[in-house]
């Protein structure tokens, strides 16, 4: 099948070149001519592990192909919509230009029986307009709503190899099924391994991905609510979070108390859903993802604070390394980065601060240039007062705390991810802390 994808950021490049790994020919759109080059030379414009190599295979398919040029989707049955939903300035509501732009540019090119799958993050409601706008200018052109549900550090795989499929169907019951034959054609291989599928209307898949980034949302916060608590009472988080784990009802995964989350997509995705349900009159429903939002917002204060007493109650020209500033290891994103607002904190209390990540360094330098950056831990921790793991990257993980206890002034570190094994630290002389248990 001739597939275009409109919108080649994160999920659109990858959504893309994986198309053609299905055995599709497909075109991909962006307007950033920058972007569209560096994906024509099989340069990835981002970070994300496996993705280099499926773009340098996809291309030499001869079956992948990149412009900015909307006419060049034109023939294409399938046209997925992968661009943007960031949160408007100064407002919780996402700015829905891009997908709008989007769509009218498709216009030019869509025929009777095309199908225009949207798989951006869109407030419910959205699909529902796009369709009536569609018909009204293509008769014949369907709308269907198929979200994404990639991680990032996963992006590859969760695209190849879902954990289910979604799709967000037309009313009338022949264009539902013209679109999910489309779309099971489309996802072919996926379906044919007995991958999950739920078949709705466009309404609950839309609210499917801000329903599920919600829910892990509040299991990140309720966590971090209780290590606030831990830290009140001198109980451990981490072994609370084990004992509860072991419930299955409850689970053990999104226990890990920290820093709480950040990234393109938790935090404006559930302030978002906060602002359309306000539109809809049903703001009450969810009050309790504002308490949510403040609790993770709450724990970048605590990490500052928690900085300050163990540099003997001032942060006035200590020297702190931080290590990570991606938002999640495995990744370049610095969106919403809770380690690089601790760092840029630190240094405006008065912190000499120096960031390093395995990824991020480039982006974080153009985003945030009045901050130090160092190529490796080990550079940014020379003659460093205290250590904060911030990003729970493998390289920061597996650390030698004896090697590592050679290059700082003072061995004191503090574990933002409780990702470190802290027996190890604590036995080659460090002062551990972490947010939710006790020192040590």
């Not at 990149?66 to 939903?85: E, I, W």
């Not at 225009?116 to 993050?121: D, L, M, P, R």
């Not at 938790?266 to 009159?281: H, Q, V, Y």
């Not at 429903?285 to 928690?306: K, Q, S």
Request: overall charge negative; some cysteine.
């Amino acid at each position: 099948m001739r597939i275009s994808v409109i919108g080649c950021g994160y999920l659109g490049a990858v959504h893309a070149a994986s198309m053609v790994e299905l055995g599709h020919e497909v075109v991909g759109i962006d307007v950033d001519q920058r972007k569209v080059a560096a994906l024509c030379a099989g340069r990835s414009p981002f970070y994300e592990p496996g993705f280099d190599e499926l773009l340098q295979h996809s291309l030499g398919s001869g079956r992948l192909s990149f412009s900015t040029d909307v006419a060049d989707a034109a023939g294409s049955r399938v046209h997925f919509l992968c661009v943007g939903t960031p949160q408007k300035h100064g407002e919780y509501a996402a700015d829905m230009r891009f997908v709008e732009a989007a769509v009218e540019s498709l216009l030019e090119v869509l025929q009777p029986g095309d199908l225009v799958a949207g798989k951006s993050t869109v407030p419910v409601g959205t699909a529902a307009q796009l369709a009536e706008l569609v018909a009204g200018k293509v008769p014949g052109a369907l709308v269907a709503w198929n979200p994404e549900f990639l991680r990032e550090g996963f992006a590859v795989r969760d695209t190849l190899h879902p954990d289910r499929l979604v799709y967000g169907l037309p009313a009338d019951p022949a264009d539902a099924a013209t679109a999910e034959a489309l779309l099971d054609e489309v996802y072919a291989p996926i379906v044919a391994r007995g991958t999950p599928k739920v078949t709705t209307d466009h309404a609950t898949a839309e609210m499917v991905k801000t329903a599920a980034n919600s829910f892990l949302a509040t299991k990140i916060s309720f966590i971090n609510a209780m290590a606030e608590l831990c830290e009140a009472t001198g109980a451990d988080v981490k072994q609370l979070a084990d004992a509860i784990g072991y419930d299955e009802r409850i689970g053990r995964r999104f226990l890990n108390a920290g820093l709480g989350f950040g990234g393109g997509c938790l935090p404006k995705d559930i302030r978002a859903f906060m602002a359309r349900a306000g539109e809809l009159g049903a703001d009450q429903a969810l009050t309790f993802l504002r308490e949510v939002d403040n609790i993770n917002m709450r724990r970048r204060i605590r990490m500052v604070e928690l900085a300050r007493e163990v540099l003997d109650g001032s942060l006035l020209g200590k020297r702190v390394a931080v290590l990570g500033a991606a938002f999640k290891p495995d990744s370049d994103d610095i969106r919403d980065s809770p380690a690089l607002n601790v760092a840029a904190q630190l240094q405006l209390q008065g912190a000499v601060v120096c960031v390093t990540d395995p990824a991020a360094v480039d982006n974080s330098r153009r985003e945030w240039p009045h901050l130090d950056f160092a190529a490796t831990p080990e550079e940014a921790a020379e003659r460093a007062d205290a250590v904060l793991v911030l990003t729970e990257w493998r390289q920061y993980r597996e650390l030698d705390p004896v090697a590592f206890g050679a290059v700082v002034r003072q061995k004191r570190v503090l574990d933002g991810r409780n990702a470190l094994d802290r027996e190890a630290w604590t036995a080659a002389g460090w002062t551990y802390r972490a947010l939710g248990r006790r020192a040590s």
